[in-house]
């Protein structure tokens, strides 16, 4: 904003594009126009260039003072000004601060989460589940539909054996009481009892088939699977507050494939190999594989019947898929086939993240076939933080509440501020701690700034932007109110990357600069009424973005902790 104002300034003496850089010196102003290039023009050293430029341009509305140094022409911002617009926007604007409709109500179709019916919610599920509902929550902040759609990998052979060891070993207490550790345990069995009868992938193949053809007693149970399964991760939605507009998972595409497969055999060159239908792909080291020799289809071809199926439904803009790097290659080859098929591939887009590590450096979901439930880390994590309050502030109200919000908010804002296609290594210490880049710390950040406005309130003060700005003249005053300015801009970058930690890592900049501002200015014993007030203001703002800014993360910070 205040970087376009400088731009306009130079525009008046100036053609062509305009460059501006931050100065490395906050002497030596806010922006700096560096003038080499113009030198062979101008047949003038670029130091004269720069001197008669500032002669010239004349200062406007926020920019205060322009002078020359060396090649560089420098502009300084009017602070005084720039706080009182700033502040007055984010007093007026409220939660609604740094939103746009840049989006223009495009739709995005947002693959995330997809869970696998009848096994355990991975951590590679909550990473997709975080990473995508941060991007959910800044498309919709910035005016963009985004529709959650959660893809459940609730189709494919497994289901008949599970249906075969369920008729076979069931146990229907266990299926209802624990539905999710239970058909874990009987695929489980049923994968060891193949070991000695390998025909029982056989019975497992012919309880598919009788699922696909329809089979009432087939149905019923994939369906009972399906739910129970459902119910556990609304458990693990309900903690992380996520919904989402469609939970059609790949089942739901089964009507679908044979058209898909279709169009796929019309347009494209197909080859039969084995009894299966594949697809050659040039610069691919592998063929896709679109109708296995037994006649069913594949996790591509009902990626294909999804992403035609969405097209044509949804008219997106775009349609972004949260899974973890290790499905590259699936997703390269149905963009690419998303191509031959005449379709625009750029509105396809594989968001890619890393593992999770455990301490010891292993994968941390599969070690030693010990799997780990969300629910359990989420659970774990909430019973440190209920640890840490007892210790810090036993008295405090909503205890169980509180809680719950800091355990649940430290593993969301840990998975998030990191750069998502770097592996992550889990550890309790550094997701909990209070000083550290965390979401404890940004939530107790929170917590202080929202005691002071209590304090003040009891003293009759109440933030107004009819205040004499000139008095935010500390250096951490001015840093706060510019890095206030930057909030809708770092959402921006945040999401042409499609990359949440852009936003973490600026609150945390944001939250350590008002830490700073708080210890150099105090409000509260403060004796010149004017700087008071200002600096109230100042407080109240900042606490509006982090609290708008935690709230894209999915976060809810406790107003007291
Ligand atoms: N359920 C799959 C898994 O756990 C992820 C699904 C991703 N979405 C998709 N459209 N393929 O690996």
Known sequence: ?????????????????????????????DYAFPCFALAKEYKKSPVDIAGELADKLKPAVLVEKVIATGPYVNFFLDKAKVAELIL?????????????????????????????????????????????????????????????LNHLGDWGTQFGALIYAHLTWGDRERLNTEPIKYLLDIYVKF????QKTPELQDEAKKWFKRLEDGDTEAIKLWAKFRDLSLEEFQRVYNLLG???????????????????????KAKMKTELSDGALIVPLESFEAPAIIVKSDGASTYLTRDIAAALY????????????????????????????????????????????????????????????KIVFMEDVLNESIDLARKTIEEKNPNLENKDKVARQVGVGAVIFYDLVNDRIHDVVFDWKRI????????????????????????MKSEGLIPDVNIDFSKLSHTSEKELVMLLSGFQNKISEALQQYKPHILAQYLIELGRTFNE?????????EEDNETKKARLLLINCTRQVLITGLKLLSINAPEEM
Do not use: W
């Open 517 to 525: 501002f708080y210890h150099s200015c105090p409000c509260l014993k």
């Open 310 to 369: 969405r097209l044509k439904t949804y008219t997106p803009y775009q349609i972004l898929y949260v899974v973890g790097s290790e499905q590259k290659l699936h997703f390269r080859m149905l963009f690419e086939i998303m191509h031959l098929l005449g379709k625009d591939k750029s509105k396809f887009r594989h968001i890619n993240f890393g593992f999770y590590l455990s301490p010891d450096g292993g994968k941390m979901a599969t070690r030693k076939g």
């Open 432 to 455: 909990l701690d209070f000083e550290g880049d965390t979401g404890p710390y940004l939530m107790y950040t929170y917590a202080r700034a929202s005691s002071i406005m209590r304090r």
């Open 88 to 148: 007055t926007q984010i007093h007026e604007q409220k939660d609604t601060y740094g939103s746009s409709d840049d989006g223009k109500e495009r739709v995005v179709c947002m693959d995330y989460s997809h869970p696998n019916i009848a096994k355990p919610f991975g951590i590679g599920h909550l990473r997709s589940t975080m990473i995508g509902r941060a991007i959910y929550n800044m498309l919709k902040f910035q005016g963009y539909k985004p529709m959650g």
């Open 1 to 29: 904003m205040f970087q376009q104002q400088v731009i306009d300034i130079l525009k008046k003496e100036i053609k062509g594009e305009i460059k501006l850089e931050i100065p490395p010196n906050k002497d030596l102003g």
């Open 242 to 264: 996520v919904d989402f507009e469609s939970y059609d998972g790949e089942a739901f595409f089964k009507d679908k494939f044979p058209d898909a497969i279709e169009l796929v």
């Open 191 to 194: 994968n060891e009892e193949k």
